[in-house]
């Protein structure tokens, strides 16, 4: 989808994609892709209980989340808060801004999801020890911190 126009409407007009994975289950909304744009936009929503992606932080992309209603427990470096309806949390670039949000009360946890974007980023995983690397122009790949190497490690000239 190119984002060459004005974009309107309601979260129901927007084509949903599904995650569910374990206690990480969600409802993504694309109002405007990250490919090609500067702000992704999407609406989201979480199940009771559930979060919908681990605790992580962006080297590349700033995070916001406008909650529209239910509640929600966010946990970053520095404290874990309570969230709800007419709120708002960003989270900075690197990590001091890894965050994870929890639905925590008995109904949905509805948000909208603001990004800025870049054509490459790198996302840290802190509790799992993983970086993945994130360009368009190559596929998506992560790895276990405990896998690093040197830097010139397999370089036939590096001697």
């Keep these: 989808m ?7 409407g309601r979260q129901d007009d927007f084509e949903a994609r599904h995650g569910d994975r374990g206690r990480f289950t969600f409802a993504k909304h694309v ?8 702000l992704q936009v999407s609406f989201m929503e979480i199940p009771p209980g559930q979060s919908a992606y681990p605790y992580h932080w962006h ?8 909650i529209l209603s239910g509640t929600g427990r966010v946990r970053t ?7 709800g309806p007419g709120e708002v949390v960003v989270f900075p670039p ?5 965050h ?8 949905p946890l509805r948000y909208v999801d603001l990004d800025t974007t870049s054509e490459q980023d790198v996302i840290g995983y802190p509790d799992s020890r ?9 596929p998506t790949m992560l790895f276990r911190d ?9 370089e036939p000239d590096a001697g």
Excluded: L, N, S
């Design 2 to 8: 190119a984002f060459d126009q004005v974009v309107h």
């Design 31 to 38: 109002v405007v892709p990250k490919e090609g744009t500067q």
């Design 59 to 66: 080297a590349g992309v700033t995070e916001a989340y406008v």
């Design 77 to 83: 470096p520095g404290a874990e808060f309570d969230i």
């Design 94 to 98: 690197g990590p001091t801004g890894a």
């Design 100 to 107: 994870r949000m929890t639905a925590t009360g008995g109904e």
């Design 130 to 138: 993983k970086t993945m690397a994130y360009t368009t122009a190559r």
């Design 146 to 154: 405990d896998d690093a190497v040197d830097y010139y490690d397999g």
